[in-house]
């Protein structure tokens, strides 16, 4: 109903429709809802309400069978709103529901594709450590030989330079020999120019003795007298053979 129900609009009955109970004819006890129109007892006729259209909003009779399918209306229509808010929360959790659910999927086929690419970079990282592993056996093995090769080397390079230490001192050594030989030479060296320049005073001596006298008395004249030496007066008195003899004698190294 939109709209109360006017009197010439009632309905009067001979019992109560909600309890049943047989009604007088006394306007007590005889009472009209204004939702249905019928009369009903004044227990059956208790409560108001107000239409729904009505903006005053005023209350009017309700009997109870109008008041509890008027109060089932309201209850359905509040659940039905209820209902749609419920149906509307779950369209909007279901689509939130499904964009995470795809959200979660991306997210996961990211997480494999990584762990994928993880797993790849891993193994790779695994065959790196190998290599530089067997790179580093092989380096230290190259190491070893190599330290072996510098003890060697080191080894020989203490025995050369012992072996030369000792050729070192040999040498020195043989330059203490070589000067005292050297000292030897200059000296008979010397005495071999001295015995040569008396060699040469003796064969000029010969000489002038075999010249003419005229000569002899001007080359005294003009030269300087000389002190006779001890073989100039041995070879004065002796022949020109002998004083050859003489000569080869002087000219042979000393014993």
Not at 65 to 70: M, V
Request: aromatic share 6%; with cysteine; charged share 40%.
């Amino acid at each position: 109903m939109k709209e109360p129900i006017r009197r010439k609009n009632y309905i009067d009955l001979n019992e109560c429709p909600c309890c049943l109970t047989a009604l007088s004819n006394s306007k007590l006890k005889r009472k009209h809802c204004k939702f249905c129109g019928y009369s009903v007892c004044r227990n059956c006729s208790v409560r108001r309400r107000f239409f729904p259209s009505d903006p005053d909003k005023t209350l009017y009779r309700i009997c109870e069978c109008c008041d509890k399918k008027f109060f089932l209306k309201t209850i359905q229509a509040e659940y039905a709103i209820e209902i749609t808010k419920a149906d509307t929360i779950l369209e909007q959790k279901r689509h939130q529901f499904l964009a995470r659910r795809e959200k979660l999927k991306n997210v996961t086929m990211d997480m494999v594709k990584r762990a994928k690419d993880l797993e790849k970079w891993s193994n790779d990282r695994k065959h790196d450590i190998r290599s530089l592993k067997a790179q580093h056996d092989v380096l230290c093995n190259q190491n070893k030989q190599a330290q072996k090769e510098n003890d060697f080397l080191t080894q020989r390079i203490d025995d050369i330079s012992v072996r030369f230490r000792e050729k070192n001192e040999g040498l020195e050594k043989i330059k203490v020999r070589m000067g005292g030989t050297l000292k030897e030479l200059e000296e008979m060296k010397l005495v071999r120019k001295a015995r040569e320049q008396d060699i040469e005073q003796v064969r000029s001596q010969i000489k002038m003795g075999k010249q003419p006298k005229n000569k002899k008395k001007e080359k005294k004249k003009n030269t300087k007298k000389k002190q006779p030496t001890p073989y100039s007066k041995a070879l004065a008195n002796q022949s020109e053979s002998e004083s050859d003899t003489l000569i080869a004698s002087l000219l042979a190294p000393p014993q």
